[in-house]
């Protein structure tokens, strides 16, 4: 089955600096790569999302690259700011209501 | 994307009860997911319910613990049963989105402790 590996496991940057989580996937036949921000008492909620026929997707201050090749995808938050801390959430699926298989998590701590 | 509801948001259950926990959606959907999330721990899914048919259980994961209902497209609901300590954890909900390409928007979540 598919097995996704995320890091780093936490995260602090500065107000206004840049953050990085990456993950690989094992399975290639996974295909759809969704990111989600699970803030303390809620769920998670999905905030982008990459297709395999695609190697890069951006969203205001949120961009996400994938490497089909290598098996790796990353999240980037330009600009950080401190309602973007929470905990981030990579996963992988091979589409077509496949079972979703998430990272362990990344706590982004953002320091005013 | 849909909006999700569940009940209880909380609750904390004495050892070898049951407690049954709510999804409700504001749209009919064809696919729901229940998952747990371990404190401090990333999801893993439980099972899949589809209306109609009987839910479909991920490996590690029995429908005597775990025995979901499903009677319409938009309902469903998830029993924990004879709980013991180790099923301590946030239950949630989720739902596939219109896309083809397996979007998931999950609810807020049905923070559990069996003591």
């Known amino acids: 089955g598919e097995n996704v590996e995320q890091h780093p496991s936490t995260l602090s940057v500065q107000e206004g600096d840049s953050a990085v989580i990456k993950c690989t996937y094992s399975d290639s036949a996974s295909n759809y790569f969704p990111w989600y921000k699970q803030e303390l008492g809620k769920g998670p909620q999905l905030i982008i999302d990459?297709?395999?026929?695609?190697g890069e997707k951006k969203d205001q201050r949120i961009a996400v690259t994938l490497n089909k090749t290598a098996k790796h995808f990353s999240l980037h938050i330009t600009e950080t700011q401190p309602e973007d801390s929470a905990v981030y959430f990579c996963a992988a699926s091979e589409g077509g209501y496949q079972k979703v298989t998430f990272g362990i998590g990344t706590k982004l701590q953002v320091i005013p | 994307s849909a909006v999700i509801s569940q009940k209880p948001s909380r609750d904390i259950c004495q050892r070898g009860t049951s407690l049954t926990i709510q999804c409700q959606v504001d749209s009919q959907v064809t696919m729901m997911f229940w998952y747990r999330q371990q404190p401090g721990q990333s999801l893993t899914l439980i099972a899949t319910?589809?209306?109609?048919?009987?839910?479909?259980?991920e490996s590690g994961f029995v429908i005597d613990k775990f025995p979901i209902s499903r009677p319409n497209l938009t309902f469903s609901t998830l029993t924990v049963s004879n709980m013991s300590p180790e099923d301590s954890s946030i239950y949630l909900c989720?739902?596939?989105?219109?896309?083809?390409?397996?979007?998931?928007?999950f609810g807020p979540g049905t923070r559990l402790t069996v003591l």
């Open positions: 319910a589809n209306q109609g048919s009987e839910a479909t259980y």
């Open positions: 989720s739902v596939e989105g219109t896309g083809s390409f397996n979007e998931q928007f």
């Open positions: 990459i297709r395999s026929n695609v």
